[in-house]
């Protein structure tokens, strides 16, 4: 199994500073960064403009800011588009962007597979293989949000994976999809089968 890449994204203020090379402007920086990969959705180093250039090399080198990678890209004629992704191994997991004409939703996934087996679920008959980090369940909005030029206004945590059974990594996403990209939490639905150790 892959090792999930360091990322910026799934990172608090906190640990953004504590990624950077020490600097007496780290907290400056660190909002700056927060700025660009959270409220932009800026996904390449150079278009942080407002860094320094050796700031910018230096993350470069040693983070990335999306962990994901698209696998595929499908597009239905309403409008709904799918994206499979991974960390760069075999492990997919998968992504929808919902348009509607009220608001822009997505969908998205707590873990690779399921262990809960529901025999109505595709994703339950597969079996289980991880869950989920903060950066790959946030990453997922950001890789959605930048398909489209409306806001994604509301997230369902409806993908693959019990949410309850990754619960550190639901609750830290949902915090960084609250406080940093700035969602509503009226707007943040888990959907569970009830399932919690
Ligand atoms: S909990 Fe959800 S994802 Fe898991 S098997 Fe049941 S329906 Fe599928």
């Known amino acids: 199994m892959a090792e999930p890449t360091l990322s910026l994204v799934g990172m608090t203020r906190d640990e953004i500073i504590a990624s950077l090379p020490e600097r007496p ?17 800026v996904a390449d180093f150079d278009k942080m403009q407002d860094l320094p250039k050796d700031l910018r090399i230096q993350l470069a080198e040693k983070v990335a800011i999306n962990p994901l990678i698209v696998a595929s890209h499908r597009k239905s004629s309403d409008g709904v588009e799918k994206l499979l992704v991974h ?3 075999n ?12 608001r822009v939703s997505c969908c998205i996934s707590s873990q690779v597979g399921c262990p809960m087996g529901c025999r ?9 293989d991880r869950n989920l980090n903060a950066g790959e369940i946030v990453g997922q909005y950001l890789l959605l949000q930048g398909l489209t030029e409306r806001r994604i206004s509301h997230v369902v945590f409806m993908g693959m994976g019990e949410p309850l059974l990754n ?18 939490n009226r707007h943040l639905t888990v959907s569970t089968v009830g399932s919690f150790s």
């Not at 109505?120 to 289980?128: M, N, R, V």
């Not at 619960?167 to 509503?184: A, F, Q, R």
Request: hydrophobic share 45%; proline share 3%.
């Open 25 to 41: 402007d780290a907290k400056m920086r660190a909002a700056q960064i927060a700025h660009h990969i959270y409220g932009r959705a």
């Open 87 to 89: 960390i760069g191994d």
């Open 91 to 102: 492990q997919v997991f998968e992504c929808v962007l919902l348009p509607y004409e009220d």
């Open 120 to 128: 109505f679920c595709a994703t339950g008959l597969g079996g289980f």
């Open 167 to 184: 619960l550190p990594n639901v609750l830290k996403s949902l915090k960084l999809l609250h406080e940093e990209i700035g969602l509503s």
